[in-house]
């Protein structure tokens, strides 16, 4: 939300979708509310959500610099990243319930290789995938470039994560489409992105933490989701709708968007970008605190309700086994 139209891709307001990007149907597309620079349209065949113009391929890389992934990819204060790492654990956890003892495992999007850490251990071989940094920074063991360079074999793959990533990438047909060749049949997609058709997005609107424009080219409700996987060869075999690491903060944030019109800038404090005063530092935290532990309520709630702030997909290649 922060991030204007310095982009020639999104200042160009004159022109309007012509063909629903992921499912090729012809418009007219409903416009949906967006922040002030974006646009964001609606395709009334498969429900996708999605920013048009797109920024340029030039473009992207302002979108991923060092202030987004943090200064040697730490980024968070150190409090919250150990929270993070906590939470980590519990989603390796609950994901390796359903895929039992080893195999072959690629995270794509995988941030600092946590869950790579946490899937070696536990006797998988896990591979790992991240955009390449633009400032230099490079972990051993993950690969910084994108799925078709890697060339992986047909069917390489027993499970494969997608966490947080689907919702920024240019072409997520071409993408999905890779992975069901990698995959073996009857193996494990594990998709996690926010969840637009939820209470927390439908009340906030443009305020919403996660629609995060630009980044975000996509904005998914469950109905679409399930719609864009089983076009490209999986079979939906659960879901729910929550998330401990994003749907309490995502909460929390959005509201304080809302009475405050905070522009995110109590997430900026946890990053350590925020550069504004100690008192303002200070009242922002104050008002966290009072409204953290309803923020928690409210998306525990929505969650019971089917309306949770993420949506989480256990999806299978579908073919002979």
Known sequence: MSIVSEFTGINSSSSTPSACPVCSSVGP???????????????????I??????????????????????????????????????LSYLKWKNLQSVLGQGGRLLDIGCGRGTLLGLARASGFEAYGLERPSTVGHSIPGILYKSLPECNFPDGHFQVV????????????????REISRILQPGGWLSVAVPNYGGAQAQASGPLWFHMDLPRHFWQFRL??????????GFRVARYTTF????????????????????DNQLYSLLKGNDATTVAKKMLRITAATFVALPAFGSALWDAVRGQGGTLNVMA??????
């Open 243 to 262: 998330s401990l690491e994003y749907d309490w903060f995502g909460t929390l944030q959005s509201w304080m968007n809302r009475a405050f019109q905070d």
């Open 49 to 86: 959500v999605f920013l048009f113009p797109q920024p340029q391929e030039a473009e992207l890389a302002a979108l991923y610099d060092e202030t987004y992934y943090g200064e040697g990819r730490k980024k968070f204060l150190s409090p919250v990243e150990a929270g993070i790492a906590a």
């Open 223 to 232: 109905s679409s989701l399930q719609a864009l996987l089983v076009s490209n």
């Open 29 to 47: 597309f409903p416009q949906r509310p967006a922040a002030e620079g974006f646009r964001l349209f609606e395709c009334t065949k498969c429900g």
């Open 316 to 321: 299978q290649r579908v073919g002979a086994e």
């Open 161 to 176: 994560v997608l966490w947080h990533v689907l919702e920024h990438l240019p072409d997520p047909v071409a993408m999905l």
